[in-house]
């Protein structure tokens, strides 16, 4: 992934320009990964972008529409 594409993912979901710059800046004297990154995020009151926990997540945050039926022969 590509610096374009970090300022991207964090552009589509509404982070400020602000953040996105510093949290670039810490990234280029760190090194990137996307952990980091999620944790400065995270840091300044925003959701994780890039890593998934999924012990977290609940039923809920699966696909509901999934239906089985659709995949019988």
Not at 22 to 39: Q, T, V, W, Y
């Amino acid at each position: 992934m590509t610096i374009a594409d970090i300022e991207f993912e964090m552009n589509i979901h509404d982070v400020a320009e602000k953040d996105i710059s510093e949290i670039i800046e810490i990234c280029k004297k760190s090194g990137f990964s996307m952990e980091s990154i999620d944790e400065e995020l995270q840091k300044r009151g925003y959701s994780k972008i890039f890593t998934v926990d999924y012990d977290e997540m609940s039923d809920e945050d699966y696909d509901e529409d999934y239906d089985d039926e659709e995949w019988e022969d």
